[in-house]
C-alpha cells in the first residue's frame, strides 16, 4: 500500500509540473507537498527495514530508498518531472515485485497444507 501511495503522489507531483510547464503557472505549494509525501513514504519504508533477516536485501533496498529522497529533493528544488518520473518507475517496479513475492509465499503456505496427512480416515 505504500509503494502505491507513492506511485500515486509521484503522479500528481509530475502533473502539477508538466501542467505548470503548459500554462506558464507555478504550482510550487502542490507540488513540494506531492513530494514530500513520497518521501515520507520511503522514509517509513526505510524505518520498517529488518537488517538481521533481510541481509543483503535490506542493505539493498535501504541504499535505494536512499537515492530516492535524493532525487526526490533534486526534483523539487529543480521542479524536474523527469526525476520524479525515474523514482517512480523503480517505485511502481518494486510495488510489482512484492505483489509477486507475496503471492509466491502465498502458493507455498496453500501447497504445504494440501500435502499434508489426511488423518480423516
Known amino acids: 500500500m505504500l509503494y502505491e501511495e507513492a506511485v500515486r503522489q509521484c503522479d500528481r507531483a509530475v502533473e502539477y509540473l508538466e501542467t505548470d510547464l503548459k500554462r506558464k503557472t507555478a504550482n510550487i505549494e502542490k507540488v513540494n507537498q506531492a513530494i514530500c509525501k513520497v518521501q515520507d513514504i520511503v522514509t517509513e519504508l526505510m524505518a ?20 530516492f529522497n535524493r532525487e526526490l529533493t533534486e526534483a523539487n528544488i529543480a521542479k524536474d518531472a523527469t526525476r520524479v518520473k525515474a523514482v517512480r518507475l523503480m517505485l511502481a517496479e518494486l510495488a510489482s515485485a512484492w505483489v509477486v513475492a507475496a503471492t509466491k509465499a502465498t502458493g507455498m503456505v496453500d501447497e504445504r497444507r494440501a500435502s499434508g496427512v489426511n488423518i480423516a480416515g
Not at 51 to 64: C, E, H, K, N, T
Open 48 to 67: 520498517s527495514l529488518d537488517f538481521d533477516a533481510g541481509g543483503d536485501i535490506a542493505r539493498d533496498l535501504f541504499s535505494l530508498y536512499v537515492y
